[in-house]
T-cell receptor, first 114, second 114 residues
Framework: SQTIHQWPATLVQPVGSPLSLECTVE??????LYWYRQAAGRGLQLLFY??????ISSEVPQNLSASRPQDRQFILSSKKLLLSDSGFYLC?????????????FGQGTRLTVV | AQSVTQPDIHITVSEGASLELRCNYS??????LFWYVQSPGQGLQLLLK??????LVQGIKGFEAEFKRSQSSFNLRKPSVHWSDAAEYFC????????????FGTGTKLQVIP
């Protein structure tokens, strides 16, 4: 069966510090991978998606970047965090090809920038 | 572009009462629709999905949803709510072109009172 791991679960970082959130998927190959952000009182905003190694698409301009160094690894990064980067970050994957598939989510990372 | 709208930000129901959470979609062809639930501080869990066929879809935890093309709706229902159903509920759709990007509504927070 497929599983998705996301870490850390919680993170408190000072403004201006770097960020690295990691997500890995097991039990599937060539997944589509996603990073979503959920800010307080708001819905889920898609930040990045990837359909393959090294292929990253950004949905919204921001202070963050994403990378996919391996097929089942997706990393969310920032060189210098802003207060506005605080939120709940969710990694997700879906099966590539075909449309009859849902997204599967990790447990999320609660990021607080202080 | 395909999108879903959840008009209710917050709903309060009494335990044992029936529940209906609204979701409207905008898409000319038959959309692929989902309902997810998010418990506090957790990732998202799929409740049910609709791709085609029978317009009444049964999900986990006693939930069901009905696809109504005439109303562009995919409302989530439960005949008798339990206190453990208190959570945030997201309607979502998947884009039919290219990669399978999942787009979410803004969510409805359900409060259950004894």
């Amino acid at each position: 069966s497929q599983t998705i791991h996301q870490w850390p679960a919680t993170l408190v970082q000072p403004v201006g510090s770097p960020l690295s959130l990691e997500c890995t998927v097991e039990g599937t190959s060539n997944p589509n991978l996603y990073w979503y952000r959920q800010a307080a009182g708001r819905g889920l905003q898609l930040l990045f998606y990837s359909v393959g190694i090294g292929q990253i698409s950004s949905e919204v301009p921001q202070n963050l970047s994403a990378s996919r160094p391996q097929d089942r690894q997706f990393i969310l990064s920032s060189k210098k965090l802003l207060l506005s980067d605080s939120g709940f970050y969710l990694c997700a994957w879906s099966r590539a090809g075909g449309l009859r598939t849902e997204a599967f989510f990790g447990q999320g990372t609660r990021l607080t920038v202080v | 572009a395909q999108s879903v709208t959840q008009p209710d930000i917050h709903i309060t129901v009494s335990e044992g009462a029936s529940l209906e959470l609204r979701c409207n979609y905008s898409y000319g062809a038959t959309p692929y629709l989902f309902w997810y639930v998010q418990s506090p501080g957790q990732g998202l869990q799929l409740l049910l999905k609709y791709f085609s066929g029978d317009t009444l879809v049964q999900g986990i935890k006693g939930f069901e949803a009905e696809f109504k093309r005439s109303q562009s709706s995919f409302n989530l229902r439960k005949p008798s709510v339990h206190w453990s159903d208190a959570a945030e509920y997201f309607c979502a759709t998947i884009h039919s072109g290219g990669y399978q990007k999942v787009t979410f509504g803004t969510g409805t927070k359900l409060q259950v009172i004894p």
